[in-house]
């Protein structure tokens, strides 16, 4: 089994396409067993479903692409025998299957935690109707399949560490708890766990102040109180007492203050406040690291040039689907942290240009098609003449 280590040592002078490809394979492939009948080999029925993420097709359009692939009725047979509790288990060691050249045991990074929505046409049934969310229109739907994703925001090594579906009736507390025990796993520290507003809560922050998780969370300016402390022409610290439904809670605010200077023809100043815990940070200092939480953003954006497309029901295909859709975002940063940081003094740094996003997908697809055999010919219908 080709392992990322072996890989790394292969390359010398150039990444090849097999290279991409292979990698992308061999994180499931080593991590799952589904059962298969016949002589279909499970790698082939993985090398299916990475052609369909690095080319945007679905179970039904690879068919049609490439010859030595599964019918479409094999591949949704065999993928509805895995089952979500196994995948849950499994997704994280398929994900950091090629981290191990960037995180170093013991070291501290930047994390964020945030949702991202597919959109969801279809019907809500018995089986998916805990995972089917409402939400706000987007797409022209309102029902979203939602996923949260724990993500290291450090520049250079900016990897999701973990992606889990979000369920109904499962507390944001309780994914962090999970979320923590991955970091546990990956034994590396936190410096920092960035979350947006969506996480504003007593609960979240009685739990992380429990936990001493260092964090950074946007304030939400509710009440008259809280409006009057975010009123100032100087950063500064403040305390805040969180009323809810437990306890009174008592919070740390660092208050940065930006000036406007006619930005969008507004002038004055804006006080942006965020609740903190486990730093000594100054308030702009705690604006710039909650700033790069955004790169996230970039990561969901890079994740849907690779998310096959799918109209299915099934939560596990779709899962899965999503797994690999980040697990091929992860494997090219691996790929650019080994192989395109410049050899300098100083911190470390890539040229994302010569190796980029766009190019790593291509190659994933070029690897595959030579095993798949793309399909180079169509029987015609009719014959003119």
């Not at 040039?305 to 939560?315: Q, W």
Request: with cysteine; aromatic share 10%; charged share 25%.
């Amino acid at each position: 089994m080709v392992k990322h280590r072996q890989i790394a040592r292969r390359i010398k002078n150039e990444i090849q396409a097999k290279d991409c490809s292979e990698l992308a394979v061999e994180a499931i492939n080593r991590n799952i067993t589904i059962s298969i009948n016949g002589t279909l080999k499970q790698k082939t029925l993985i090398q299916s479903l990475v052609g369909m993420s690095a080319n945007k097709l679905s179970v039904h359009s690879i068919n049609k692409s490439v010859e030595k692939v599964p019918c479409e009725t094999s591949v949704r047979y065999h993928l509805s025998k895995m089952d979500l509790d196994s995948l849950l288990e499994l997704q994280s060691k398929i994900l950091t299957y090629s981290n191990d050249q960037i995180l170093v045991p013991g070291k501290s990074y930047h994390f964020a935690i945030d949702f991202t929505d597919d959109p969801y046409y279809g019907e809500t049934i018995e089986t998916n109707k805990d995972y089917v969310i409402k939400s706000k229109m987007k797409n022209s739907t309102t029902t979203f399949y939602s996923y949260i994703s724990l993500y290291i925001t450090t520049k250079g090594q900016r990897l999701t560490l973990a992606v889990l579906p979000v369920k109904k009736g499962v507390s944001k507390v309780e994914y962090i708890r999970k979320f923590l025990a991955f970091i546990e796993d990956a034994k590396v520290n936190i410096e920092i766990l960035c979350l947006d507003r969506g996480f504003y809560s007593n609960d979240v922050f009685s739990f992380l102040q429990k936990e001493n998780i260092p964090h950074i969370v946007p304030v939400r300016k509710h009440g008259q109180e809280l409006k009057k402390i975010l009123r100032g022409n100087h950063s500064r610290y403040a305390p805040y007492t969180m009323m809810g439904t437990s306890e009174p809670l008592d919070l740390t605010l660092a208050i940065d203050v930006q000036y406007l200077q006619g930005k969008n023809k507004k002038f004055g100043n804006v006080n942006l406040g965020y609740v903190v815990y486990g730093i000594d940070w100054k308030p702009r200092r705690v604006y710039q690291v909650y700033k790069n939480r955004f790169a996230i953003e970039s990561s969901y954006r890079i994740r849907n040039i690779v998310k096959a497309k799918t109209s299915s029901r099934n939560v596990v295909l779709r899962y899965l689907l999503t797994i690999i859709s980040f697990l091929l975002k992860n494997i090219w940063v691996a790929l650019q942290w080994m192989f395109f940081s410049k050899v300098q003094r100083g911190p470390r740094t890539i040229d994302e240009d010569l190796f980029r996003f766009d190019l790593f997908r291509l190659f994933v697809w070029e690897g595959l098609r030579k095993n798949l055999k793309f399909v180079s010919c169509v029987s015609v219908l009719r014959c003119p003449g």
